[in-house]
């Protein structure tokens, strides 16, 4: 029997609770409305959702201010009717993974708000205060559009208090271990409702200490260890994918000895990918790659190309963020902090070729991918909406009103009726039965993915280096297959030549383009195309 853990060659699917599908007609997009639309995401081949922010929130930063961890709120439905969704997601084969905000509550939480109002509360030490704001000045600013300090003055409190997001999220005080109990009761609270584990939200920022950047300190590790004990020891088989939007030998000790998390996502890689096809040469995409230390047999990095943030420009060069703006956010308002507001498609021109060129770089490389919602159809964006909302707006089903979502006259949020990205032209029923549609070239080159041994578990061999990487080479073999992947970055034809055995090699997306195999075999490959060929039998 394959022993594999799941995790290690899964595709999840990150649902935006909000904007996914309205169940009950109030313009709100709940449980019941994502319920509806489980088969949909087993169609496309999807193994786990991970499924973002269902707490009580005032929503200030779109529930990732949360202000009571044990519950959920009830725009999205009751906490049965979330009970039911998840064993529905199990009743379909697949899994599903929730958000877990352990850094920060919202300053509406019953903690926070008992804190300010007196000194003695115990809940005062659940929050990091200071008289002063020239405390921890070595801490960089994430959110540098709107804030100015890592500390706000709370007039109740007589105060100043940390929060490294949002003055609506205050940070909690992992110093104290009643805070840590609660965090660990949290997620038992979760577990028990039958979940498969979490996506671990801002983990590097737990602790605080004096003279430090305050990021990925020891003492966080420490804590993240305990959770996955917990997890192996009252949830077997619990799975924790780490947020750490840090450079690769950074994010690297958050798997630890494999008793860490089992996943983690790979943030310099997703500009990068970006990068290689604007410049036309993925020299910088091969570099972190090469860059990327090893992990653990039991870990895997999750790959994406896009999610509900800003395409972060946080792990990139200053040189690079600057050609990255230019390029991709050339109206400032696409800009937001260190990053870029905007969706996959329009990100690449609407060119189906770019697109499926970025999803091939994706799903050849190893690491399980996340799909980020209605990127399959080619959804596209609105920047005139608050902060990163723009990117969050309802998922197109049909082209009926709201695009399907929702039967109410107002919803949560406005649905893109644009002539290009429009929901009357952009939706998944009329993509359903189009052989040609964004939708089932996505879902095929998926499928194809996950037939391929090599591809899914085999180990990576460069075939390029240097400077300029027109073609981005490599060989992906397992114990079993073996694939070799040609992708061209560029707007021209690119020959690139391979040493093959003898025989007969096939493309697996395309199997009737055969080519015959010797030590120098030249291939055309034309612009903004790719190969991934296997020998023949
Ligand atoms: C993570 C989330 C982001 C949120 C932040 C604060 O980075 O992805 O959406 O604003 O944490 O919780």
């Given at each position: 029997m394959d022993k594999t853990p799941w995790y290690m060659n899964a595709y999840f699917y990150q649902i935006y609770?909000?904007?996914?599908?309205?169940?009950?007609?109030?313009g709100y997009g709940d449980f019941v409305g994502i319920t509806q639309k489980l088969d949909y995401l087993k169609s496309l081949g999807i193994d786990c959702i991970w499924i973002q922010p269902i707490y009580p929130?005032?929503?200030?930063?779109d529930g990732y201010?949360?202000?009571?961890?044990?519950n959920v709120d009830p725009r999205f439905g009751t906490l049965e009717e979330y009970h039911q969704l998840i064993d529905a997601v199990h009743a379909h084969g697949m899994k599903i993974i929730m958000d877990l905000v352990m850094n920060h509550c919202s300053s509406e939480h019953p903690w926070f708000q008992a804190a300010r109002k007196d000194?003695?509360?115990?809940?005062?030490?659940y929050f990091v205060w200071s008289d002063?704001?020239?405390?921890?000045?070595?801490t960089r600013i994430i959110?540098?559009?709107?804030?100015?300090?890592n500390w706000a003055w709370d007039e109740v409190a007589g105060q100043y208090y940390w929060h490294r997001?949002?003055?609506?999220q205050p940070d909690l005080n992992f110093d104290n271990p009643e805070v840590q109990e609660a965090m660990l009761n949290v997620m038992r609270h979760w577990m028990d409702l039958g979940i498969d584990g979490f996506r671990a939200?801002?983990?590097?920022?737990?602790f605080e200490r004096d003279g430090?950047?305050?990021?990925?300190l020891p003492e966080t590790h420490e804590f993240l260890k305990r959770c996955r004990k917990l997890m192996d020891e009252e949830y077997p088989g619990a799975v924790l994918l780490c947020e750490a939007n840090m450079w690769p030998k950074e994010v690297r000790p958050y798997f630890a000895d494999g008793d860490e998390f089992q996943l983690g996502f790979h943030f310099p890689l997703m500009p990068r990918i970006f990068m290689s096809l604007g410049k036309q040469n993925a020299e910088s995409l091969v570099k972190i790659l090469k860059d990327t230390p090893d992990i653990p047999e039991n870990c895997q990095w999750c790959t994406f190309?896009?999610?509900?943030?800003?395409?972060?420009?946080?792990?990139?060069?200053e040189e690079d963020r600057q050609w990255m703006w230019n390029f991709y956010?050339?109206?400032?308002?696409?800009?937001?902090n260190l990053g870029i507001r905007r969706r996959l498609w329009p990100l690449l021109d609407n060119d189906p070729k770019k697109v499926a060129l970025a999803y091939s770089m994706m799903l050849t490389m190893p690491g399980s991918p996340v799909f980020y919602y209605g990127d399959e159809i080619g959804m596209g964006d609105d920047i005139r909406l608050y902060d990163r909302n723009g990117v969050r707006t309802l998922m197109q089903?049909?082209?009926?009103?709201?695009g399907g979502f929702s039967?109410?006259?107002?919803?949560?949020m406005p649905v893109i009726d644009d002539p290009v990205y429009g929901y009357k032209q952009v939706n998944v029923a009329s993509q359903e039965?189009?052989?040609?549609?964004h939708l089932n070239m996505i879902r095929s080159l998926m499928s194809t993915r996950k037939a391929s041994d090599a591809l899914c578990r085999g180990k990576l061999k460069w075939l390029v280096d240097g400077e300029n990487i027109p073609v981005l080479a490599y060989i992906r073999e397992s114990e079993y297959d073996k694939v070799w992947v040609l992708q061209n970055m560029t707007d021209n034809e690119q020959s690139f030549t391979l040493d093959l055995q003898e025989g007969t090699y096939y493309d697996l997306?395309?199997?009737?383009f055969e080519i015959q195999g010797s030590s120098k075999t030249e291939i055309k490959i034309a612009p903004r195309s790719f190969y991934w060929l296997r020998k023949k039998n």
């Open positions: 609770p909000r904007s996914f599908m309205d169940g009950n007609g109030d929130s005032p929503m200030f930063d201010d949360i202000s009571d961890f044990v000194r003695n509360s115990k809940y005062r030490d002063t704001d020239q405390k921890y000045l070595e959110f540098t559009d709107t804030q100015k300090s997001f949002y003055p609506q939200d801002a983990v590097p920022y737990l430090m950047e305050n990021e990925n190309l896009r999610n509900h943030d800003e395409l972060t420009l946080e792990m990139v060069t956010a050339p109206d400032p308002e696409m800009r937001k089903w049909d082209d009926t009103k709201n039967t109410a006259d107002k919803t949560c039965g189009d052989p040609n549609s997306n395309h199997p009737e």
